[in-house]
């Protein structure tokens, strides 16, 4: 069994920015070193008879490769969103009614499940939409020497045996979803969910900067 060495707990810039679009509900662009996405929320509003839930509403997340038509990679990403999401909105505040959430990869330099996440949550507060928590999105790599790497770049993650993206909750610091890929321990595991809890602090405190920003702009 394989033994972590060392962690790189090293976040690279983040950027934000909200309200971009005029059409959606909610908009947001994040940045994470050398990787963006772009985040629009789209409700809530009428929904499908057939989709129809009783007592809540419908939350339908849809991702956008920069190339090309979206394919199984983008199909198990909208669930990790999907299931992070509804983790925290309060869907029963709108019964029979949907919500999309439309996700457009601008460009990949690694950590883009994480960055998924981080901008969806920035949408869904620029939305308005009622929200039990906030989460934010870390990707570990474990490198085949065993270090810990959060916040991978393309090339760190194509020399890692293994990668980690866990959705955090800003209330209890709660792991709220986990999508894996490669081969590790247990222990290698929980030593990167403490890491990600650990950087996640740093995520919570830009969002929290960035909606001050915002609604200081808005009341000037």
């Given at each position: 069994?394989?033994?972590?060495?060392?962690?790189?707990?090293?976040?690279?810039?983040?950027?934000?920015?909200?309200?971009?679009?005029?059409?959606?509900?909610?908009?947001?662009s994040f940045i994470q070193g050398d990787t963006s996405v772009l985040a629009a929320v789209y409700g809530p509003a009428e929904v499908k008879?057939?989709?129809?839930?009783?007592?809540?509403?419908?939350?339908?997340?849809?991702?956008?490769?920069?190339?090309?038509?979206?394919?199984?990679?983008?199909?198990?990403?909208?669930?990790?969103?999907?299931?992070?999401?509804?983790?925290?909105?309060?869907?029963?505040?709108?019964?029979?009614?949907?919500?999309?959430?439309?996700?457009?990869?601008?460009?990949?330099?690694?950590?883009?499940?994480?960055?998924?996440?981080?901008?969806?949550?920035?949408?869904?507060?620029?939305?308005?939409?009622?929200?039990?928590?906030?989460?934010?999105?870390?990707?570990?790599?474990?490198?085949?020497?065993?270090?810990?790497?959060?916040?991978?770049?393309?090339?760190?993650?194509?020399?890692?045996?293994?990668?980690?993206?866990?959705?955090?909750?800003?209330?209890?610091?709660?792991?709220?979803?986990?999508?894996?890929?490669?081969?590790?321990?247990?222990?290698?595991?929980?030593?990167?969910?403490?890491?990600?809890?650990?950087?996640?602090?740093?995520?919570?405190?830009?969002?929290?900067?960035?909606?001050?920003?915002?609604?200081?702009?808005?009341?000037?």
């Open positions: 069994m394989a033994e972590c060495r060392s962690s790189t707990v090293n976040l690279r810039e983040f950027g934000c920015e909200q309200n971009l679009l005029s059409r959606p509900d909610g908009s947001a008879v057939s989709k129809e839930i009783y007592d809540r509403a419908t939350l339908e997340v849809i991702i956008q490769p920069k190339v090309g038509l979206p394919s199984v990679k983008e199909r198990a990403q909208e669930q990790c969103v999907r299931e992070s999401c509804e983790a925290s909105l309060l869907l029963s505040f709108h019964p029979r009614s949907s919500l999309t959430l439309v996700l457009q990869e601008l460009h990949n330099d690694g950590s883009l499940l994480s960055c998924y996440l981080n901008a969806s949550c920035m949408a869904m507060m620029d939305a308005g939409l009622p929200m039990s928590c906030l989460f934010c999105g870390v990707t570990c790599a474990i490198h085949t020497d065993g270090r810990i790497i959060t916040d991978p770049t393309a090339a760190q993650e194509a020399e890692s045996r293994a990668l980690l993206t866990f959705a955090i909750d800003s209330k209890e610091r709660r792991v709220m979803m986990t999508s894996t890929k490669g081969s590790f321990s247990v222990h290698e595991m929980q030593q990167c969910i403490a890491v990600s809890q650990t950087v996640s602090e740093k995520i919570f405190s830009f969002h929290r900067e960035s909606l001050k920003r915002r609604y200081s702009k808005s009341v000037l």
